[in-house]
């Protein structure tokens, strides 16, 4: 209360503005629950409550020894997730989306069994529970939004639940569903596309087909005598098995985007989505700073194919390289790549308003995001895509100036005293440092693509000299010390790095002009104006100095 009095009175003389900047809002009950032991506790006894709901209802033979089984199985499934996926063990949201999708799946198969033994519909026999069961619900949802390991982890672990659930241990239950759920996840390994996720399920559903004629499921058939064989029942079991598998796909591409929101997570297809060029900023971008939206394309296909070298995600430093920068549209004619080259507005400023004019971008740039409402992944890389480096240009342009000073002080007779320090600090950025793989991609493509802009005659040895040094230079600065990057992965960027940057800077053929054979050729000499315009000032800042 009392600093806004005192922001008010500052208001009120004109000394303060009443604009705020944006800040992420964290709620500390979110992050206690999502670290707490408590909440982890809290899930696996919920599930563990859920399973013995499914075993004790219905008429089923032993119910307390499958009960005891799948606890079992439960301490396994447990202490396999805490030594194979500690992060994921680590966050109680995530361990809640795992044990709740694996348990919806449990709940709808013994919900078809039911069903289907009870006898109300004509057409859902016992037999047919082995073809409509969604065998690989758990594995599809959870391969396409944690990745492979989490599908194969799903499939194995719904499967044993799911033999053991309903009776005596089902074998062919048992191979089904875990076939089935290694199909999925064999062809969910990089889904950038919806109908990726059909070809999964007509997959799924030809696994499960041919199964089910192997466990004798479909039929009977008889070889010998084929014109014995109920050909239209087959044909119906036959389009039960493999449209279960196709409409698993379907319910999981239409589950995806509320299970995204709900646990904040953005799968490959969502990515793909955002890379839309339309979005407001880019398009903004593209009128009020030309130079950082072209400097952006090409840091995104840098990034891209760096990531994809080091198995990265990909589409996710595509999507953080387009907007990285935004914070230039503030003030964009400060940052060299959007300057004209009649007038360089530093030449009128101090390095140190310069240095913080440069260094704002970043601030700038997170606030923009938060206004258009970005994918936090992106807040993170704006934040982090110049860790703690320094803006070298203006540090050096500041020293020199402080040189200067001292020189002139001697001749005046001046303190050394009355002349101030150059501290470093005022020119590095805030940061945080990369946090992760995609944020160092993206953080060490927009160095390499703004240093390389100032080669003269880029050759493949300058080029990898280039590439290098700067590499050296922030490994050095310790700026990937937070990231998980190995040396052997930065020398796979690096190499990739000089491969895109060598296609993109190759010379070309100086092709012959076209001469009319009734022109005659005459010389003009060339005007002072069009020098001007061609020169850039000497001035200028390398194109590196942001």
Not at 277 to 287: E, S
Not at 459 to 471: H, R
Not at 515 to 544: H, Q
Request: with cysteine.
């Amino acid at each position: 209360m009392f600093n806004f009095l005192k922001r008010g009175r500052l208001i009120r003389r004109g000394l303060a503005t009443r604009k705020t900047r944006r800040r992420r809002l964290r709620s500390e009950l979110m992050r206690h629950l999502e670290y707490a032991p408590h909440s982890k506790a809290l899930i696996f006894a919920i599930f563990a409550a859920g399973l013995a709901l499914l075993v004790f209802s219905g008429q089923q033979p032993e119910p307390t020894k499958n009960f005891v089984i799948a606890l079992l199985v439960l301490a396994t499934a447990i202490t396999q997730l805490w030594i194979n996926q500690p992060k994921s063990f680590s966050r109680s949201s995530r361990i809640l989306l795992i044990f709740g999708v694996i348990l919806v799946q449990l709940v709808v198969t013994k919900l078809l069994l039911v069903i289907c033994n009870s006898g109300s519909y004509r057409l859902l026999t016992p037999e047919m529970a082995g073809l409509i069961t969604p065998y690989a619900f758990a594995a599809l949802v959870l391969s396409v939004l944690l990745g492979r390991q989490h599908g194969l982890y799903a499939a194995f672990f719904a499967s044993l639940w799911s033999s053991v659930l309903f009776g005596p241990i089902d074998a062919p239950l048992l191979v089904t569903s875990l076939i089935s759920g290694f199909t999925a996840v064999s062809l969910t390994l990089q889904v950038r596309r919806r109908s990726k996720l059909i070809r999964a399920g007509i997959g799924v559903g030809l696994a499960i087909w041919l199964l089910s004629l192997t466990f004798g499921l479909i039929g009977p058939i008889n070889l010998f005598s084929p014109v014995a064989n109920d050909w239209g029942m087959i044909g119906f079991q036959s389009a039960l098995a493999i449209g279960n598998g196709m409409l698993t796909a379907t319910l999981v591409g239409g589950v995806l985007p509320m299970l995204e929101q709900l646990f904040g997570i953005t799968t490959d297809i969502s990515w793909l989505e955002a890379s839309d060029l339309n979005h407001p900023l880019l398009r903004r971008m593209t009128i009020e700073a030309p130079g950082t939206y072209h400097h952006s394309l090409v840091v995104a296909n840098l990034a891209e194919a760096a990531a994809e070298a080091v198995g990265a995600n990909a589409t996710l430093c595509r999507v953080c390289s387009y907007f990285h920068d935004v914070g230039k549209l503030i003030k964009p004619e400060y940052f060299t790549e959007n300057m004209s080259f009649e007038r360089n507005p530093h030449d009128d400023l101090a390095p140190t308003m310069s240095a913080l004019i440069i260094i704002a971008h970043v601030k700038e740039g997170v606030d923009l995001a938060l206004k258009y409402k970005l994918h936090q992944r992106i807040i993170d890389i704006i934040q982090e895509h110049h860790g703690t480096s320094l803006v070298y240009y203006f540090y050096q342009r500041a020293l020199q100036q402080h040189e200067d000073a001292r020189a002139g002080g001697k001749i005046m007779k001046l303190r050394e005293d009355d002349i101030p320090d150059v501290r470093e600090e005022s020119f590095r950025y805030s940061g945080p440092k990369p946090q992760t793989k995609e944020s160092a991609i993206v953080s060490l493509a927009d160095m390499v693509e703004s240093a390389s802009r100032s080669l003269e005659k880029p050759t493949p040895q300058k080029i990898e000299s280039l590439v290098n040094e700067l590499i050296e230079e922030r490994i050095m600065d310790r700026q990937l010390d937070e990231c998980d990057l190995t040396l052997a992965e930065l020398k796979v960027i690096a190499e990739r790095f000089r491969f895109t940057l060598m296609m993109m800077l190759h010379s070309r053929i100086a092709y012959p002009k076209h001469r009319s054979k009734t022109a005659v050729p005459r010389e003009e000499p060339l005007r002072p104006d069009v020098m001007a315009e061609t020169r850039k000032p000497e001035t200028a800042p390398p194109v590196s100095a942001a």
